[in-house]
């Protein structure tokens, strides 16, 4: 199979375009969540009320033509009321399957560190597995299936932290942050007199979706490229100011969604660039720091900057 073709390029730039009309000024975060759309790799979004986390990963759906639901958490909320539960129906004499909000090709979980570690954990199957099992039966997810799931950083009230394991199952982490003054005044020109997902159209489908995840896989990265890959995940292993460094599946992370972004900046081939660019948000979660050197005013992003400094760049590459 050949990497992607001239109408894969122009699907992906349309879709980028509509993201960026709807959400003004994010060029880079947007390019990240379309990165983790063509790897098929999971989303936290960690940042404040009103950022337009929500209206994004909408417009997102909106674009594909996807399915889209969205849970709500709280303490109350139950596996069950992710996965779906079995109903005993008097009439037919049987058990039958209503499958809850997960099944669906894109799932928003609004603030999911208010959701109990118990209801946390019902959502690690299917972002590993992309299937899920209630009563003993398994069920598969819609392809493509991906999980966005947001967290407010300053509210720690009713809270409960991300386990590591579930966190090393989000391919990238970002954050929107606030809009600069010249974002923000097109923002309300731009909004007198229709809501920005109003503007937002279909570009594709799901079926095409997967075509292109599947063509992403076949763009090319050159062994010294990975090679460097591999090298930038090792150092954070070895460095002497990270408790747990990057695992495995990071740097599986890191490979798949190299070749999605070289995909988006239309190339069929990876460069050490594309790596340099998604390491603060494909590592930055999965990185842990001694006590003392965050004492130290040591932090994730200085320690990642430290390692992209050190790490040798392959000059010459074979396309």
Do not use: W
């Amino acid at each position: 199979m050949e990497a992607l073709s001239t109408e894969h390029y122009n699907v992906i730039r349309s879709i980028r375009e509509h993201l960026q009309a709807c959400i003004l000024g994010k060029t880079d975060e947007i390019d990240m969540m379309l990165t983790a759309l063509l790897a098929g790799g999971h989303v936290l979004l960690e940042d404040v009320p009103g950022t337009g986390k929500t209206v994004l990963v909408k417009a997102l759906a909106r674009t594909i033509q996807g399915q889209f639901r969205r849970i709500q958490c709280n303490p109350d909320l139950l596996p069950t009321d992710i996965t779906g539960v079995s109903i005993y129906h008097p009439k037919q004499e049987a058990f039958i399957f209503r499958p809850g909000p997960v099944m669906t090709n894109i799932l928003l979980a609004d603030e999911i560190n208010r959701a109990t570690t118990k209801t946390q954990s019902a959502l690690l199957e299917s972002m590993e597995e992309r299937s899920m099992t209630v009563d003993g039966e398994s069920y598969e997810l819609p392809v493509p299936f991906l999980l966005f799931a947001t967290q407010n950083p300053i509210d720690f009230e009713g809270t409960y932290s991300l386990p590591e394991a579930q966190l090393d199952r989000f391919m990238i982490k970002l954050g929107l942050g606030y809009p600069d003054a010249a974002s923000e005044l097109r923002m309300l020109q731009s909004q007198q007199s229709v809501h920005p997902l109003e503007g937002v159209e279909a570009v594709t489908g799901t079926q095409q979706i997967r075509e292109i995840q599947e063509r992403v896989k076949q763009v090319h990265m050159d062994e010294a490229v990975a090679d460097y890959l591999v090298n930038i995940i090792r150092s954070t292993r070895d460095h002497a100011s990270v408790l747990l460094g990057a695992s495995p599946r990071a740097t599986i992370a890191l490979f798949q969604a190299a070749k999605a972004y070289a995909a988006i900046k239309e190339r069929n081939y990876v460069i050490p660039d594309d790596i340099k660019s998604l390491v603060p948000y494909v590592l930055g979660h999965r990185i842990l720091l001694h006590t003392e050197a965050r004492i130290n005013g040591a932090t994730v992003d200085s320690v990642l900057k430290g390692i992209l400094e050190q790490v040798r760049v392959p000059v010459r590459l074979e396309r």
